[in-house]
């Protein structure tokens, strides 16, 4: 079992590109997420989906799109990438009780120029 | 406002020393407390979780506290070895599934 897989795991874009981040899970979860993490701050929530089909924004949405394409698939798209995007993401999945455990990715490191 | 402070910043110790990592937190409505650990260039990974009515949950040579009413949770490591070089991260749930991450302790062990 692979758990939770991204790609790329690293990207350097230009200001204005576009591209979508990958996220794939054999877990059979439920709920998946995107972080965002930046140097000396905590993890913060881009966007989620609580089940196949559903997608919420979270708290720092702007600048982002996703598509949660099945149960195991949920992609990160930036449409026109900004210097403030550089970042490492996080793609975490869980089922769906509160204290279930998030379980994440290995992170996409991603600098944008 | 929801915070969750941790402290201190980053902390260098010998192999085989204990330490203490702490975690305040300004959280309503609690619902459970997790420490993660993260190893560089990887994702965070959970240690422990503590609900409302747990004083203290162990995890190998991990240990952590919850003091419900003060707000403060401690995660301590015992005995430490080079592998517990990582940053340790304290996550609260709040009633409403919202989760609030601190930022986390650079932990830094030397032999």
């Known amino acids: 079992n692979a758990g939770v897989t991204q790609t790329p795991k690293f990207q350097v874009l230009k200001t204005g590109q576009s591209m979508t981040l990958q996220c794939a899970q054999d877990?059979?979860?439920?709920?998946m997420y995107w972080y965002r993490q930046d140097p000396g701050m905590g993890l913060r929530l881009i966007y989620y989906?609580?089940?196949?089909?559903?997608?919420d924004k979270g708290e720092v949405p702007n600048g982002y799109n996703v598509s949660r394409l099945n149960k195991r698939e949920f992609s990160l798209r930036l449409e026109s990438a900004a210097p403030s995007q550089t970042s490492v993401y996080f793609c975490a999945t869980k089922r769906t009780g509160s204290t279930d455990t998030q379980y994440f990715g290995p992170g996409t490191r991603l600098t944008v120029l | 406002k929801n915070q969750v402070e941790q402290s201190p910043q980053s902390l260098i110790i010998l192999e085989g020393k204990n330490c203490t990592l702490q975690c305040n937190y300004t959280v309503s409505p609690f619902s459970n407390l997790r420490w993660y650990k993260q190893d560089t260039g990887r994702g965070p990974v959970s240690l422990t979780i503590m609900t409302f009515s747990e004083n203290t949950k162990s995890n190998g040579r991990y240990t952590a506290t919850l003091d419900a009413d003060t707000k403060q949770s401690s995660l301590h490591i015992t005995a430490s070895q080079l592998s517990d070089s990582a940053s340790y991260i304290c996550v609260v749930s709040a009633s409403n599934y919202q989760l609030i991450w601190g930022a986390g302790t650079k932990l830094i062990i030397k032999p």
């Open positions: 877990m059979n979860h439920n709920s």
């Open positions: 989906s609580a089940s196949e089909g559903t997608t």
